[in-house]
């Protein structure tokens, strides 16, 4: 005798089927339609998707099928998906923003615990991506939930270095960013077709900026990183405007000459009111066959980085980290892999990781932000 199916079960069962986009459960984000259930335990399963080309469709079909296949007295799974109405569409959008919400920056909500960090570098060629890329894989593997916006408009390497090649999806004027490893990250890479160029003067590039930060929908962070173009340009002064409480992490090698560049990187803080988080020193050493270590660039870039910008901030800045020169980091950008997940045990992984650790311990500040508390009369 074949055991009856129990609706509850399944519904408990789809309750842990989560959008791989919006990181949430398609039944709280309204994406359950219905459930049939025949006699002989037959089980079909509508399921609403947010377009009609939704590009993980299969994704979210076979989770369903997995979620419900494993519920007693089920003898097959079927699974029907549609399209959402346009009233539909917008019920879910208030879900995620809130009824009526206007468009803004998130991130600047009073509100908002979300750490933001501009990763800028004096020049280009000091690995300021691979970093960026690595830091944010390694706090995902810790439980949080991180976004990276790909700023660097004109040089954007992020979806090649986390291996994205689908494009965002769109649900009407909102843009829900691709995951990977954890990670929602958002490219102008993402927007044109092969190795396309973009050829754009300072007021589109703020312009495209303000666009991911309004119109792309992150949900609720721990943290964002902002891979940067190299300099002091336009795009640092955006964030700057558009994201005043953004910290700035400084990346150099330990190159006497790189240093002096990357030390004005972080010298925009006394001109913008940003704070410097820290300081990271890559390609610090290569370690030889036998052991020793080869100071391929010199060393002490970062100490000497950090000591400077502290003196001219007036205030203590930290060498967060050193990050040795590995060919597999480079490996691993190229088959976007990041090193801190294919190679953990690797200096270099652990020295992202510590960096990441570093990060994570800083205490976030309460000033002037509600804490929904009313004293009671």
């Known amino acids: 005798m074949v055991a009856m199916v129990d609706e509850n079960s399944l519904r408990e069962a789809l309750a842990t089927v989560m959008d791989p986009e919006l990181r949430r459960p398609i ?21 609403l998707l947010t377009i009609a080309g939704c590009p993980l469709r299969g994704t979210i079909a076979g989770d369903v099928e997995r979620a419900l296949a494993a519920v007693p007295g089920t003898s097959s799974v079927s699974v029907e998906l549609e399209v959402m109405t346009a009233e539909e569409r917008q019920a879910l959008k208030d879900r995620l923003r809130g009824p009526g919400a206007a468009r803004g920056i998130p991130f600047n909500e009073p509100s908002s615990l979300t750490r933001v960090y501009a990763v800028a570098s004096g020049k280009g060629g000091v690995g300021k991506s691979s970093i960026t890329v690595n830091l944010a894989c390694a706090l995902a593997a810790r ?3 991180v976004g990276i916006i790909d700023a660097d408009v004109h040089g954007f390497s992020v979806p090649g270095l986390l291996g994205i090649a689908q494009a ?48 792309v929908y992150f949900g609720d962070l721990d943290a964002l990183f902002l891979d940067l173009p190299p300099g002091t340009g336009d795009v640092a002064i955006s964030v700057a ?10 990346v150099t090698t330990p190159q006497a000459a790189a240093a002096e560049v990357a030390e004005r990187a972080g010298s925009i803080a006394a001109q913008t009111g940003q ?8 390609m610090s050493w290569l370690e030889l066959e036998d052991g020793t270590r080869m100071d391929v660039f010199g060393s002490g870039g970062g100490a000497a980085v950090a000591e400077r910008l502290g003196t001219a901030l007036g205030t203590s800045i930290p060498l967060l980290g ?22 953990q045990a690797s200096a270099a992984a652990e ?5 990441g650790a570093a990060l ?14 009313t004293p009671s009369t």
């Open 168 to 215: 965002p999806t769109r649900v009407d004027e909102m843009i829900l960013p691709p995951v990977a490893y954890g990670v929602k990250a958002i490219s102008i890479g993402m927007f044109v077709s092969g190795n396309q160029p973009v050829a754009w003067r300072g007021p589109m590039l703020h312009r495209a900026l303000e666009q991911f930060l309004t119109d």
């Open 143 to 145: 439980g949080l939930r």
């Open 322 to 343: 050193s990050i040795p020169l590995e060919p597999r980091l480079r490996e691993g950008g190229d088959t976007g892999r990041p090193i801190v997940l294919s190679d």
């Open 27 to 47: 039944a709280e984000l309204g994406m359950l339609k219905g459930i049939r259930i025949d006699d002989a335990g037959n089980v079909t399963v509508q399921v």
């Open 351 to 355: 020295a992202l990781r510590g960096i």
């Open 360 to 373: 994570v311990s800083k205490p976030r500040g309460l000033a002037g932000r509600p804490l929904g508390v």
């Open 241 to 250: 405007q558009l994201l005043p409480r953004s910290e700035i992490l400084v």
């Open 275 to 282: 704070q410097v988080a820290g300081v990271i020193e890559n």
